[in-house]
């Protein structure tokens, strides 16, 4: 019998401590860019800038970033100021490339993602 409370007791303190690690959603405000510009993998500006002006990967930041996931092995991420992070549903994304988004989700910190929940254009003021 007292082998039951012990287990008991133990799921009952275990509960608790997961809830409060779970994750509200909020609003994550950036552009949509590849890992190999938003990380300096070959960007001084963590920017398109530099590809851009070579014309070598396209014209435009939406283009530049569909050629180096496509092309050179970079994954979609959100740049967001000096924060970068990575997005886990390209299905959702795909087609945002390029553009000021604001991204609504769930960060997990330990690997710096962001479950994308909804995604839409940022609506200039």
Do not use: W
Not at 48 to 71: A, D, F, P, W
Not at 74 to 89: E, T
Not at 99 to 107: K, P
């Amino acid at each position: 019998m007292l082998y039951r409370i012990i287990i008991f007791g133990a799921v009952g303190v275990l509960a608790p401590a997961g809830v409060a690690h779970a994750q509200a959603s909020r609003q994550f405000h950036g552009e949509v860019s590849d890992s190999q510009c938003a990380l300096n993998v070959h960007s001084l500006t963590r920017s398109h800038q530099e590809m851009l002006k070579s014309k070598s990967m396209g014209g435009t930041s939406n283009t530049c970033s569909v050629y180096c996931i496509e092309r050179l092995g970079g994954y979609l991420v959100l740049s967001a100021g000096n924060d970068v992070y990575r997005l886990d549903r390209s299905d959702k994304v795909h087609g945002f490339e390029g553009q000021r988004v604001v991204i609504t989700g769930t960060l997990d910190p330990k690997i710096n993602q962001i479950h994308v929940q909804k995604i839409e254009l940022e609506q200039r003021q």
